[in-house]
């Protein structure tokens, strides 16, 4: 069974620049969510998805930060306008809530450096 | 303890040591999650514990959860090099928001 993938694995901009975070989860996981792992911390929740429909993106900052996952599969996050406290490993993560698995499943990443 | 602190803390041990990490969650829950993080990983979940459960095992991993001092721990038996990691815990309080604490930095030495 394939993991989690993300893509790309590090992205390095200036501030005010765009970028694009893209996740395929797991073949039938329903549930998908988006973390920011600033460094030395743990993972903070930005967005999570039921199929396609937005359950909760009240941590994410509605400004600059967007994310989609149009057919309930892949998933994309976007940031707008970067800044540097934007500098984080971003992380993507899939689960099957309708077993009530409880397990999140992440895939490995996307280290974003803001210059 | 993990939640509550911003940074992750860190612990170094000698192999062959036991080691215990602990954390603390803010209301009540009914399950906590233990995650491992390597080094350029996504975190993993390694153990599982629910309410009902008080002490759970796997392999060298013993994980407890006292509900009435809202605190968890993960105690790993003769730790080996191959266990360092970060470790977190994390809950849902009983919703499907996984909210993970700060984690612990472990260095196993040999």
Redesign the interface.
Known sequence: EAG?TQSPRYAVLQEGQAVSFWCDPISGHD?L?W?QQPR??????LV?FRDEAV??NSQLPSDRFSAVRPKGTNSTLKIQSAKQGDTATY?C?SSF?GARA????????TRLTVL | S?WGE???QALSIQEGEDVTMNCSYKTYTT?V?W?RQDS??????II?IRSNEREKRSGRLRATLDTSSQSSSLSITAAQCEDTAVY?C?T?YGN????????T?LTIKP
């Open positions: 989690v549930t969510y973390y030395d911390q743990g993972p903070q929740l999570y359950i909760d992380l993560a809530w409880e397990t999140l499943y992440f895939g490995s990443g | 993990q911003e940074n992750l399950v999650h995650y350029g990983r996504g975190p993993a979940l599982l977190f994390a849902d499907e928001k996984i909210t993970f604490g700060a984690g930095k």
